[in-house]
């Protein structure tokens, strides 16, 4: 544990510079007498660290000093070899440098290690794209991505579902959501996601930015899907669904398969459930892609609307027709 806690004092030296024997003692949950002893022993081993008296003052390492240590273990070596996506790091634009990266790593390891990571780039695959998609073209792509590196005001021209639309934004991040990519940006005061393969023309605005104080990109993206999937299903529907029905109902996502598990199951098999839906001309189209293992009970416009729709096909397909 001392020793695992010394490599990490070395890092964090080395990458936020001078640090007091406070905050290092918060970081790692030690005494302050505990980070003192540490320094000594980083000193006995030889590393230049040395201590500035007064306000403002603290350890730091000597201008200069690098180490080729990375503190990593051999399994956190494994895992950013498997987090290294080839794909999206060349829709990027990064698939040069990851490449570099990955070498530079694995010449940092100690011996054994490096042939352990690169296993695992070989026996694991990670596809972000859905079943029967292909990922979308993005050849604006690298450009947003140096724009949010960068914090620089960008304007777009925008294919929204009804026109041509413009738009100045502050880029605050990029999400990679089943083989699309998004652009989550700041419109005036509010922030919007942007589909990258919408955007039809982009021009970099010679005025930078700040991002706004707080802003979590994980957490903002698991908020608006949160949002945008409650404000599409905002009807309610009364199904009984067969046996096969219930294993079935997951293609229409994981609430409906939740609720078709939470039922009982009647004398025939068959479970009553209640079931979030989109408008009911959408959800007479999703749910008639279960056949004849449900049943829409209720509400009756979407029974009637789903009648229609089944009589339509059987209509289109009847014999000699």
């Known amino acids: 544990m001392r020793a695992s806690r010394l490599l990490s004092i070395l890092m964090l030296l080395q990458l936020r510079g001078r640090l007091t024997a406070e905050t290092l003692a918060a970081e790692f949950e030690v005494s302050v007498r505990t980070i003192y002893r540490d320094i000594d022993q980083l000193s006995a081993a030889g590393v230049p660290v040395y201590a500035d008296r007064g306000p403002g003052g603290g350890f730091a390492l000597l201008d200069g000093y690098r180490t080729r240590l990375t503190g990593l273990t051999a399994q956190e070596a494994e895992a950013l070899f498997l987090a290294g996506l080839p794909g999206p790091a060349a829709d990027l634009g990064l698939g040069e440098t990851m490449a570099a990266a990955q070498l530079k790593l694995l010449s ?10 690169r296993r695992v780039s070989e026996a694991f695959h990670l596809d972000p794209a859905d079943w029967y998609r292909r990922a979308e073209p993005v050849a604006l792509l690298p450009q947003v991505a140096r724009a949010i590196w960068e914090r620089r005001r960008i304007a777009i021209e925008y294919e929204s579902w009804e026109r041509l639309v413009s738009r100045l934004l502050d880029p605050l991040g990029l999400v990679l959501k089943a083989g699309a990519w998004y ?46 999937e409650a404000s ?47 408008a009911f001309d959408n959800a007479a189209v999703q749910l008639l892609t279960l056949g004849a293992h449900i049943e829409v009970v209720g509400p009756p416009e979407l029974r009637e609307r789903i009648h229609a729709l089944a009589s339509d096909v059987a209509q289109r397909h009847a014999p000699n027709r």
């Open 108 to 117: 940092a390891l100690p011996a054994g290690w490096g042939e352990d990571a």
């Open 183 to 228: 652009l989550v940006a700041r419109a005036g005061a509010d922030i919007r996601t942007y589909r990258v393969s919408a955007i039809q023309a982009f021009r970099e605005v010679d005025e930078t930015f700040e991002r706004p104080a707080g802003f979590d990109l994980a957490m903002h993206w698991a908020e608006s899907l949160e949002r945008f």
């Open 232 to 278: 599409l299903r905002t009807g309610e529907a009364q199904v009984r669904l067969s046996p096969q029905g219930v294993r079935r109902i997951a293609r229409l996502g994981p609430a409906a398969a939740e609720a078709a598990a939470a039922a009982e199951a009647g004398p025939d098999g068959w479970r009553e459930v209640t079931l979030r839906v989109e």
